[in-house]
């Protein structure tokens, strides 16, 4: 009996230890990342028994000012350079991390079943269209930029046809359900529906480049499980993961 006792007092003197071996990541990430950094996530937790990754998904502009506010984050990965730029440039990046792990592409999508829209020539005749708002949503500056490229932005907006969404998933949504009639997101976005359809692809020299970066959060408390789930999002199976879903290599 008293040597049952013994082992349980044991038990329970070793528990707190083991638990805080254990570490609870946070990393904030773009929302076009959901279903690739998820199941990257799971990949990583596998290899490290114990440390489990929490998300927090949204527009890479939104994610920047909650980090630039102080929000307790190790890792942040963005769908444009500009939004990890700002962060680095206020001291807030962990120096060195800072990389590019993928590239995307924008395409223009309708409702399935509903006419489609295979040029800007059509597109500039839509009563109404979805992108990101500009001042916080990359997807909405590719977008932006590329419709002032193809000369239709500023009809658009002077004809009210524009409809601003908070993330390029909220695009997506609004075309889904019908409240309008096309929509700009990632090609990654429009593989994940199957109530959309693809009108045509933008063509890459109407933006700037779509590059991720992703940095260890110079705050972090976990620096190095950050660098860690980097290192992991770099090395060739994350990159796989990541080419599963429709994501192109940084390179």
Known sequence: ?????LLILAACWLAPGLAAQAADLTV???????EAFSEIAAQFEKARPGDKVTFNFGSSGELAQQI??????????SAALKQMNDLDKKGLILVGTAQPFARNRLAVVVPKGSAKVTSFEQLAKVARLAIGNP?????????????NKAGIYQNLLDAQKLVFAENVRQV????EDGSVDAGIVYTTDARV???????????????????????????????ELARAFV?????????AILQSKGFLSAK
């Open 1 to 5: 009996m008293r040597r049952w006792l």
């Open 28 to 34: 904030s990430a773009a929302i076009s990342l959901k």
């Open 68 to 77: 630039d506010r102080g929000a307790p984050v190790d890792v942040f990965a």
């Open 135 to 147: 001042k916080t949503v990359p997807a909405g500056q590719y977008a932006s930029d590329a419709l």
């Open 172 to 175: 997506l949504a609004y075309v």
């Open 193 to 223: 529906s199957d109530k959309v359809s693809v009108g045509f692809a933008v063509p890459e020299n109407y933006s700037a480049p779509v590059v991720y970066p992703l940095a260890v959060v110079k705050d972090s408390k976990l620096p």
């Open 231 to 239: 290192a992991f999002v770099l090395s060739p199976q994350g990159q």
